[in-house]
């Protein structure tokens, strides 16, 4: 089963899709591609925008596509890209931002040197909130910070996940082996944003994983999107 856990294909509601007619046109991408399940991770903004009011915007670029989706696209789960805010610790309400049917939110963290204030954010967000987090592209960040500081934040309780894109391209691909071989790595996604993008599909990224690391890891990396998609425990997943 192939599951996306990382799109923008929502209609008009971020940097992504722009409009139905684009979100039709990635999923067709995806549908020819044998995705079953893709979570749309539209960004939030927390000093942009409100939960309620993003739900709100979510759930109605949602309800816009629907009439619009064919039988052989991929059923799409909600969700949610949350972008890193020392002010997201206090918000109770952060649950109602997670993968829907789970308790895990995508949380992606600040393009900058990360630093023990960081650490101890995604820790209390961990052990004090009612959410499991899974950490969006976490090859990406070794581009602004080292990859000791990026690992002890991958080191608490959390899951992560990679982009296909990056297995496209020689340094970043060598920054996800590295993290891949060292069990940093739980799920794929694409990131998909636009048509015009050309971001690499889930087979692709999968393909490149299967010829480095062989069949076990690309089921493994099933199994755990399965896992959290029925909402398993962390301890669970990572066994
Ligand atoms: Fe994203």
């Given at each position: 089963m192939k599951?996306?856990?990382?799109?923008?294909?929502l209609?008009?509601?971020?940097?992504?899709?722009?409009?139905i007619?684009?979100?039709?046109?990635?999923?067709d991408?995806?549908?020819?591609?044998g995705?079953?399940?893709?979570?749309a991770?539209?960004?939030?903004?927390c000093t942009?925008?409100?939960?309620?009011?993003f739900?709100?915007?979510r759930?109605?670029a949602?309800?816009?596509?629907?009439?619009?989706?064919?039988?052989?696209?991929?059923?799409i789960l909600?969700g949610?890209?949350?972008?890193?805010?020392?002010?997201?610790?206090g918000?109770?309400?952060?649950?109602?931002?997670?993968?829907?049917?789970?308790?895990?939110?995508?949380?992606e963290m600040?393009?900058?040197?990360?630093?023990?204030k960081?650490?101890?954010g995604?820790?209390?967000i961990?052990?004090?909130?009612?959410?499991k987090?899974?950490?969006?592209?976490?090859?990406?960040?070794l581009?602004f910070?080292?990859?000791?500081?990026l690992?002890?934040?991958?080191?608490?309780?959390?899951?992560?996940?990679i982009?296909?894109e990056?297995?496209?391209?020689?340094?970043?691909?060598?920054?996800?082996f590295?993290?891949?071989?060292?069990?940093?790595?739980?799920?794929?996604?694409?990131?998909?944003h636009?048509?015009?993008?050309?971001?690499?599909?889930?087979g692709?990224?999968?393909?490149?994983?299967?010829?480095?690391?062989?069949?076990?890891?690309v089921?493994?990396?099933?199994?755990?999107?399965?896992?959290?998609?029925?909402?398993r425990?962390?301890?669970?997943?990572?066994?």
């Open positions: 599951i996306d856990f990382h799109s923008h294909i209609p008009g509601i971020d940097d992504g899709s722009k409009d007619d684009e979100s039709v046109q990635l999923l991408i995806m549908a020819a591609d995705v079953d399940i893709v979570v991770t539209p960004h939030f903004y942009r925008r409100s939960i309620h009011r739900l709100e915007r759930n109605k949602y309800e816009s596509l629907k009439p619009h989706l064919k039988p052989e696209h991929p059923k909600l949610a890209e949350v972008l890193y805010d020392d002010i997201l610790i918000k109770d309400a952060l649950s109602r931002l997670t993968i829907e049917g789970t308790n895990f939110m995508l949380l600040p393009y900058t040197r990360l630093t023990e960081h650490f101890e995604v820790e209390k961990v052990e004090e909130l009612d959410v987090v899974l950490v969006a592209h976490i090859e990406r960040y581009n910070t080292s990859y000791k500081s690992t002890d934040i991958l080191d608490l309780e959390v899951l992560g996940q982009n296909a990056s297995l496209m391209h020689w340094k970043s691909r060598s920054n996800c590295k993290l891949i071989k060292n069990g940093y790595v739980q799920v794929m996604g694409t990131d998909m636009r048509v015009s993008r050309g971001d690499a599909t889930l692709q990224g999968i393909e490149v994983v299967e010829k480095k690391f062989g069949g076990q890891t089921s493994d990396f099933e199994r755990n999107g399965k896992m959290i998609l029925s909402d425990s962390f301890e669970e997943i990572i066994g």
